[in-house]
């Protein structure tokens, strides 16, 4: 758990190209949906931006508000036009929620709790 004690302006600008943002970093971490496809195909350009990454030796993580698990989401990668292999991973919503409720309401991670907790999400069929 974390407090924010001080309060900032974050500024945020616009770059005319992603070339000139890849010396900046080692590594990115991307937003799946509306960042690299829109749920049906690459997104123009995404591709070509995740190998422009890859070439350097950048270090690329997804991020997804994703119900699935991280495991899922790299396994759609291919029909979106991604290569898996080079990804270092992806963090999903849905494994975060899911290690957090194992945490506080037991489970394997910790069987002397007591509570309990139902998680609802789906499977795609074309999914593992």
């Excluded at 990804?87 to 002397?112: K, L, Q, R």
Aim: charged share 20%.
């Amino acid at each position: 758990r974390f407090e924010i004690t001080s309060h900032t302006t974050m500024t945020f600008q616009t770059h005319p190209s992603f070339t000139l943002l890849l010396d900046q970093y080692d590594g990115f971490i991307l937003d799946q949906f509306g960042v690299m496809h829109n749920g049906s195909h690459g997104l123009e350009g995404a591709a070509d931006a995740v190998a422009a990454m890859k070439e350097k030796g950048k270090k690329i993580i997804i991020l997804s508000n994703s119900s699935s698990s991280s495991e899922a989401t790299v396994a759609k990668l291919p029909k979106l036009g991604f290569d898996p292999k080079d990804f270092v991973g992806a963090v999903t919503s849905g494994e975060e929620a899911s290690h957090y409720i194992a945490s506080e309401f037991g489970g394997e991670c910790a069987p002397e709790k007591k509570n309990k907790a139902l998680f609802i999400t789906w499977k795609s069929p074309k999914v593992p």
